[in-house]
């Protein structure tokens, strides 16, 4: 079953930039950088109370993310969900017709394992499933 909303996923162009305007709004530092080399990107951790804040930055002029700021800008990429099944919760989404960008569960940062919902499914929104990787 889907858990909660685990965190909220924010494209920036420049990381140091973004990391010190949430310092400055959210009052905490970022506990956590990391890369992600199969999404070229770099994230950045922000805790709040029990979400999460991710921002990310794209690390090559034509990845992902840098393909999202060019056609919207900075601002919301996706809605990540904590599951604590991700294999039932992918196969239930797929059954109920939702479009999935990968089937397999992928190592995603903070030590997750993640499963992308294709926004044209699911309302015009990204939609992240993860789960806690246990290595
Ligand atoms: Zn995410």
Redesign the pocket.
């Known amino acids: 079953m889907i858990k909660k909303v ?4 924010i494209a920036v162009k420049n990381l140091d930039d973004a990391e010190k305007l949430y310092e400055k709004l959210l009052g905490v530092k970022s506990y956590k950088r990391e890369t992600v080399e199969s999404e070229a990107v770099t ?1 950045s951790f922000f805790q709040t109370g029990e979400n999460k804040i ?1 921002l ?1 930055a794209s690390t090559d002029p034509d990845g992902v993310v840098a393909r999202f700021v060019n056609k919207h800008g900075e601002g919301i ?2 809605i ?1 969900f904590e599951t604590d099944d991700i294999e039932a919760e992918t196969e239930r989404l797929k059954n109920e017709g939702f479009i999935l960008l990968n089937e397999k569960p992928k190592r ?3 030590n ?1 394992w ?1 499963v992308f919902v294709h926004p044209k499914s699911a309302g015009g929104v990204l939609v ?1 499933l ?1 789960q806690e990787r246990e290595d």
């Open positions: 685990e965190h909220i996923g994230t991710e990310l990429h996706h990540a995603g940062a903070d997750k993640v992240e993860c």
